[in-house]
Every structure is written in structure tokens, then in C-alpha cells.
């Protein structure tokens, strides 16, 4: 842990395909000093480097935590160095997370290329870790900069999609009988929607209609015919307004 990391990472892949939750549970499980800052809530080069501060002021243990005032990225270096330099956080590797990391572009043009490189400008042992819905050739700018090592999440598959998704299975019915709908559910939307969120969402919105024949004792859970040909009609009707949220 007292090594020098590498000075940055950037960590890509589609949307819910487990980035965040995945460096949140890392870095909590191992006990590792770090930063972790949304992009989006922090939408301006201040606000993030505020925040950054922030945060490493709670690292650093000491009791209260004061405002912190922040303008360019000299005065960010110079007063990172100083919260570093407690000695907790010497012994070992800070990592600073900056999520949703696309939003640095909007950002002054020095930001990007100054947090790929904060281990050089603060001579101090930090990783930034940045994470993306989008490809690192989409970030580079054109007058050059460190490159990060580059680290794919892929998409899930549809047996992880399965797995994960029947884990929501409600008490009143069985997990076969969930995980069944479950199936149908990805033979249907699979190749047009393969984020997490939306699936779940889906999923939640047409298992009342699934479960009509079984409430009414038409059917019984294993009479899968007349289960799929009552949810046919709204899964197709669901298939139009994918992301659209039309569906009440």
C-alpha cells in the first residue's frame, strides 16, 4: 500500500454495468483512504475541487471539518498537500474517485489534464480513478495529455441479467415462478435493452400483469402458455416506449 500507484485509471463501460458500485465496495472492503465524488452534483471546477478537499479532511480523522475555499487548480495543489500531509495519509495510496467522469470536458481545459497527472504536480502518493459511460478517445484532448490506464467493464450477460434481476422475486411467489417471468422478460427485451435500471424497472411495472391468471385461479404457476399469452399483449405495447417511461 505504501507503493506509488499508477497516477491515473480510467475505468469504462455502458451504463449499470456495475463501475461505481463495484470501486465503492473495493475501496470500503480494503479500508483504503479515498475520495469518491459525483461529476454531475459537483458540475463545476470549484465545486470539485471543494468537494475533493472536503472529503479529505474527513480522512484525515481530525474531528471537525471547515469550509474549504478553492479557486484555481494552484490553490488545489497547494492545499491538497497540506491535508496529505497528516501521517495517516502518507503511509499508503490516497485514491480519488471522480465518477461520471464526462463531465470534466465541460470543465476549464487544465482540469482533465492536471487530475491525470496530480500524482507529479503534488509529489504525492495519489490515484485519480476515473469512471465513464464513454470511450477514453472521446476525452483526449487535442493538445495532448498522460495517458491513464484504461480498464472495460463489459455488459452483462443475459444469464448475469437473469441472476441478478430474479434476486427481486416477491415473497408471495415462488423464485422458480419469478425467474420464469424473468426469462421472458429478457426474450423480449434483450436485444433492444440490455441497462439494468430499465430491465428492473420493467420488470416491476409488467409482473402484476403476469401474475393476473394465477390471482384470478385461472392458471397455476407452471402453465406457462397462459401466463405468456396474457402478458404478451403489454410486453409489445412495453417494447414501444422503451426509456420513454410511458407506462403507468
Request: aromatic content about 12%; proline content about 4%; hydrophobic content about 40%.
Amino acid at each position: 500500500r505504501h507503493h506509488f500507484s499508477f497516477p491515473s485509471i480510467f475505468i469504462y463501460g455502458h451504463t449499470s454495468s456495475g463501475k461505481t458500485y463495484v470501486m465503492q465496495t473495493l475501496l470500503s472492503t480494503l479500508q483504503l483512504p479515498h475520495v469518491f465524488v459525483n461529476c454531475v452534483e459537483c458540475f463545476t471546477s470549484r465545486l470539485l475541487l471543494e468537494e475533493i478537499l472536503m472529503q479529505l479532511q474527513s480522512c484525515s480523522e481530525t474531528e471537525q471539518t471547515s469550509q474549504v475555499h478553492c479557486d484555481t487548480f494552484n490553490d488545489f495543489v497547494r492545499l491538497f498537500k497540506q491535508a496529505v500531509a497528516t501521517q495517516e495519509l502518507q503511509d499508503e495510496t490516497l485514491y480519488i474517485v471522480l465518477d461520471r467522469a464526462e463531465q470534466l470536458r465541460e470543465m476549464e481545459a487544465n482540469v482533465l489534464p492536471a487530475f491525470l497527472r496530480l500524482q507529479e504536480l503534488t509529489d504525492r502518493n495519489v490515484t485519480v480513478i476515473l469512471l465513464s459511460e464513454i470511450v477514453w478517445e472521446l476525452f483526449r484532448p487535442n493538445t495532448g495529455c498522460f495517458e491513464p490506464f484504461s480498464l472495460y467493464f463489459p455488459d452483462y450477460s443475459i444469464g448475469h441479467l437473469q441472476k441478478i434481476l430474479s434476486q427481486n422475486h416477491p415473497p408471495e411467489y415462488s423464485a422458480d415462478f419469478y425467474s420464469a417471468y424473468i426469462n421472458i422478460l429478457l426474450g423480449v427485451f434483450y436485444m433492444v435493452c440490455r441497462d439494468l435500471k430499465e430491465l428492473q424497472h420493467l420488470a416491476a411495472l409488467n409482473f402484476s400483469k403476469y401474475c393476473e391468471p394465477v390471482a384470478r385461479g385461472e392458471a397455476n404457476e407452471r402453465d406457462s402458455r397462459k401466463l405468456w399469452k396474457n402478458i404478451e399483449p403489454h410486453l409489445k405495447k412495453a417494447m414501444q416506449t422503451v426509456y420513454l417511461r410511458e407506462i403507468s
